[in-house]
């Protein structure tokens, strides 16, 4: 396998057998995060409830996936961002004027009828699906999403909904993408090609011409994209690179990833490592190790993996 790093300010696309350098979400995106949620929740029996809430959350994104089709957008405004290498996708832009609010409303119907399946264990949910706050109030969260700003005491119930309903809607976007943006380049490096976005956390991943190639994954449209190993995905500073990992009550590796921190930076990004477990995903193992980012913040690290469905508190202000 040839050094993808040639390949670094070349515009062609990547010779055959190359890592691809831009990968969008497979169609399964969620479902197999559904998955990776209930094999979780047999492991972490303390966590149960709210890893088997955000199972069902999954299975509702990836109904609402399937179901709705992507909105009509012009692509040659994409074709302009791609030539001006912007990434064409970007969400402040873009919130006014797609309609992620249907497929919030199809969200929240079809986790209502997810939950109703568990008999009472979800009532609470249940009932706050039913007051899903005004049409205004909804845009505010999806703004402070996006923005990564922190969301007011009273939305904080609500904002996990509208941060999933975002992701399905900008993953179906990225997908319908007819073709893809390159490597981001410079002080970009660390943001989506396709959205902008900053990454929930980045993989190791595995299979044919990816294998031992780390990527980082879009915290809202789920692109992967390619990023030398070994190097702050912040500052992209190689030398004061620290791996802080997750360890079970005997010691040994609880699950397959650790926190990549950064000494010259202090910003510490999840890196799941598919050689280690094949199916970890990088937002269902990311909120699975909350307990980890209260570690790193004692440690002087601020959290910098951006995950919609975490979007409150302190965390994203
Ligand atoms: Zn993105
Ligand atoms: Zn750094």
Known sequence: MSDISDTLHDPK?????????????????????AARFRELQTRLDEMGLFLGFNDHLARAQHRVLKERQADAFDPQSWDMALAHEFPPLAPTALIETLDWQADLTMLLDALDRTLADEGETFDAQRALLATPGKLSERREIARAIVEQKSIAFDQRALAPLVGAALQVTWTRLARSLKRLPGRPKGAAQGLCPCCGSPPVASTVQLGRHRSRVRYLVCGLCATQWYLERARCSHCFDTEKLDYIGVEGPDGKRALPLRAESCGACRASVKLMDREWEADTDPFADDIATLGLDVLLEELGYARAGFNPLLAFGDAQS
């Open 13 to 33: 696309p990547p010779r055959h057998g190359e890592p691809p350098q831009v990968v969008v979400a497979e169609s399964r995106l969620f479902a197999t995060r």
